[in-house]
């Protein structure tokens, strides 16, 4: 089963995510994080996260540099283990801090974001992934801003098609979107 957590920033949704994990049989699941640590706060961010989930997940820490997400996420799903990824919003925000041009930035989203989402129609197992959910706010006064916001509602919602469950997450409650 794929299900989809959306959430704002702090909003409980990696939590949730993580005890969806909890009391199950079988493999231990793996927790794919997309996280780099761009700052000495992001660091700590990452830290705190990490010190959350402890034993309870094998980490996998994405490379952007060496890996595809979609090529990562089959791997696991030929191993039969469950999967966390976290979070959509971190993987599809490197892709607009490259140093490549702004329309060479949309075609890498476009190509790693197809991918990713044909991966899915391969997924047998469980896959939780987590994603911030961006159209509750304004609109950015930048065109950094504004181009993520749309690059991620678009992605998040192609992500809700494919996931047989969608819950949004807020001030640490569920509220269930979709179920299939």
Known sequence: ????????????????????????????????????????????????????????FDTHEFDFSKEQLSEVLLAYTAQNRPILLECMSTWLGWWLCTNKPFDQQLLDIQQQSSDLLASLDAIDGDLVIVSNEVGLGLVSDNAMGRRFADELGRLNQALAAKADKVVFISAGLPLVLKES
């Open 1 to 56: 089963m794929i299900s989809l957590v959306l959430g704002g920033i702090r909003s409980g949704k990696s939590r949730w995510a993580e005890q969806q994990f909890q009391n199950k049989a079988g493999l231990k699941p793996v927790y794919i994080a997309t996280a780099m640590p761009s700052d000495e706060e992001m660091e700590q961010r990452i830290a705190h996260h990490q010190a959350l989930r402890n034993r309870s």
